[in-house]
C-alpha cells in the first residue's frame, strides 16, 4: 500500500513538472516579438530623426527639408546617407530571434547593463526604441526594450556608431567625368611647376594640353584630369583655425575647373610638414554662391591623403611625357 502511494506521488509530481516545463516553453513561445522585424514600418512612414547614445556624447541625426540628413541639427554637417540607408536596413532585416533572459540581474552579462541606446522617429512619432549589448560570438546580438525586463538575442549584429564623425559624409563633390571642360593648373611656387591649361570642345573628346608643340607628346596623365572633381573626399575634418591647414592653405597650389553644363570651381591644396609627419589640405569653392559646397567649406578645414593632394599639385612638366630630338619647336 505504501509503495502505491510512493509511486501515485512520485508520479504527480513527475507530471507537475512536465506540466511546468510545457507552461514555460509554451510562455515563451507565444512571445509576439519573436521572428518579427527589429523595425517595422508602416506605409508612408520612415524614419526622420535617429538617436544614439551610450557611454561617450549622446549623437542625433536629422532629416531636413531638401531630403539630406544633417548631423546635431538641421544646419549641422551633412551626414553620409549611406550609412543610414544601411543601418535602416539591417534594422528591417533584423529579427527577434530568442529570449535570453527574463531578469534585469542577467542583462550585465549580456552588455545591457550600459547599453547603446537607439532611437528612431518619425516626425516626433517613436518608430523604435532599442538597448543594444554585446554581440554573441556566433552570431546575433542582444538587445532588450526600454524599461522591460526581458532581453532578446537578435538575429543579426547591427553596425552603429556613437562617434558623429564616422556619419559625416567623406564626399565634398562628386563631379562626374564627361562634365570637365577645362582645368587650368597653378602650381604653388615652391613646387617649381609651370602653369597647364588642359580643355576640351566636346564631352566625347579627350583633355589636350594647350601649347602642346611639335616636339612634345602628351603625357597619358592628361586622363585622370577627367576625375578631378569626381569622389573628392576627405580624410579628417578640422576646424577653420587649425595653424596646420592656415599655413599650408597660405601657399597652396590652386586648379580652376569649368563644367560643361556651366559650373566653376577652384580647388586649392597645401601642404605643411616634413616626410612623413606631412599633413595635405585642401579648400574648395563654387562660383555659384549656392552651390552645397561652399556650405561645407565654412568653419572647416579638410585634410586629405597625399595621393589625392598630389593630383592638384601638377604643373605642364606633368602632362608632357618626352621631348623628341630633332623635331621643331
Known amino acids: 500500500m505504501i509503495n502505491k502511494k510512493w509511486i501515485g506521488l512520485t508520479s504527480g509530481l513527475a ?4 506540466i511546468a516545463v510545457f507552461v514555460t516553453r509554451e510562455t515563451r513561445q507565444v512571445d509576439a516579438r519573436l521572428g518579427q522585424p527589429v523595425l517595422a514600418t508602416a506605409a508612408g512612414s520612415a524614419p526622420d530623426r535617429i538617436e544614439i547614445s551610450g557611454s561617450g556624447p549622446s549623437l542625433t541625426l536629422l532629416k531636413v527639408t531638401d531630403g539630406t540628413w544633417r548631423i546635431g541639427t538641421d544646419q549641422g554637417f551633412p551626414a553620409d546617407v549611406n550609412h543610414i540607408i544601411r543601418l535602416i536596413d539591417q534594422l528591417e532585416r533584423n529579427r527577434f530571434q530568442t529570449v535570453v533572459a527574463e531578469r534585469k540581474e542577467d542583462f550585465a552579462e549580456l552588455g545591457l547593463d550600459a547599453p547603446t541606446k537607439l532611437i528612431l522617429k518619425d516626425k516626433d512619432k517613436e518608430l ?3 538597448d543594444l549589448g554585446n554581440n554573441r560570438p556566433r552570431g546575433g546580438q542582444y538587445a532588450t526594450i526600454p524599461g522591460e525586463a526581458k532581453a532578446y538575442l537578435l538575429s543579426d ?28 593648373f597653378s602650381p604653388a611656387a615652391g613646387l617649381d611647376r609651370k602653369q597647364a591649361l588642359l580643355a576640351r570642345t ?92 561652399n556650405f561645407l567649406m565654412q568653419g572647416n578645414a579638410f585634410e586629405v591623403p597625399e595621393h589625392l593632394a598630389k593630383k592638384y599639385e601638377r604643373g605642364r612638366e606633368d602632362f608632357v611625357e618626352a621631348a623628341k630630338d630633332g623635331g621643331k619647336g
Not at 549584429?157 to 587650368?184: C, F, G, H, M
Open 15 to 18: 507530471a507537475c513538472a512536465l
Open 128 to 130: 523604435l526604441a532599442l
Open 157 to 184: 549584429p547591427v553596425q552603429i556608431y556613437a562617434d558623429a564623425a564616422t556619419w559625416e559624409t567623406k564626399t565634398l563633390l562628386n563631379v562626374a567625368r564627361d562634365q570637365v571642360q577645362s582645368a587650368s
Open 202 to 293: 566636346k564631352k566625347e573628346d579627350p583633355l589636350v594640353l594647350d601649347g602642346l608643340t611639335a616636339t612634345e607628346t602628351a603625357s597619358p596623365s592628361a586622363k585622370d584630369v577627367e576625375s578631378l572633381l569626381e569622389r573628392l573626399t576627405y580624410s579628417n575634418r578640422l576646424d577653420a583655425s587649425n595653424d596646420s591647414a592656415k599655413t599650408a592653405l597660405a601657399s597652396a597650389s590652386r586648379v580652376e575647373v569649368k563644367t560643361f553644363d556651366g559650373r566653376t570651381y577652384t580647388v586649392e591644396v597645401g601642404s605643411v610638414g616634413e616626410k612623413e609627419r606631412k599633413k595635405h589640405f585642401i579648400k574648395v569653392a563654387a562660383a555659384d554662391a549656392n552651390d552645397p559646397v
